[in-house]
């Protein structure tokens, strides 16, 4: 385990941070996958979700700090944002591609490059995720990576419809863009596969 690893291990619950040890695992195999950097993946994985347990004051509070506004939404979604926004600062971190992943990786974005797509999906598909429609979203993975953040998606878009959650701009216009990019023979593979799915 590298120094994030030991960071998480530190600053996580158990169960927070077995979740991450599966979202590097998986970001890991997507990097590889699909020709991604692999490090860059890895440490967005392993910081993605290190504030994820601090209270929304905490989150309020370092924010405040950095002179930026909170970011719009749930404050259970601003973990992310934060981190982003602190990543230099308290973690020296200084690359573009990571703090927009960890920025991205809770509603997504439109302009998501390969590194924010690998950890988008793999938040979404790690191991430990039961959710019902998780398998659909490994085939998708496993077939095409614009594929599974369109999956991702409509995945998070739908959960929220059933809970009657607003939802945001990002993810809206991010199943938008992504299905508008996928090629029509991997959306009709994508649907005779997850045909096999009990």
């Not at 490059?113 to 979404?124: C, G, I, R, S, T």
Request: charged share 25%; with cysteine; glycine share 6%.
């Amino acid at each position: 385990m590298n120094r994030w690893g030991e960071l998480a291990r530190e600053r996580l619950s158990d169960r927070r941070f077995l979740h991450v040890c599966g979202v590097v695992d998986t970001a890991r195999e997507l990097a590889v996958r699909y020709g991604v950097d692999q490090e860059k993946c890895e440490t967005a994985a392993w910081l993605h979700d290190i504030l994820r347990e601090a209270p929304a004051s905490e989150l309020r509070s370092l924010m405040a700090d950095s002179g930026r506004p909170l970011p719009e939404g749930d404050a259970a979604t601003w973990h992310g944002p934060v981190t982003a926004e602190r990543l230099a600062r308290d973690f020296g971190v200084h690359d573009d591609q990571i703090r927009l992943a960890i920025a991205q990786h809770t509603l997504g974005h439109p302009d998501m490059d390969k590194v924010a797509q690998v950890l988008f999906v793999a938040d979404a598909i790690e191991p430990g995720r039961l959710f019902a429609g998780v398998e659909r979203l490994r085939v998708a993975a496993r077939m095409d990576l614009l594929l599974a953040v369109a999956c991702v998606a409509d995945a998070s878009i739908q959960f929220l419809l059933d809970r009657r959650g607003s939802i945001a701009w990002q993810t809206v216009a991010l199943h938008n863009r992504a299905w508008l990019g996928i090629d029509e023979t991997v959306a009709m593979a994508y649907s005779e596969n997850i045909k096999l799915i009990p």
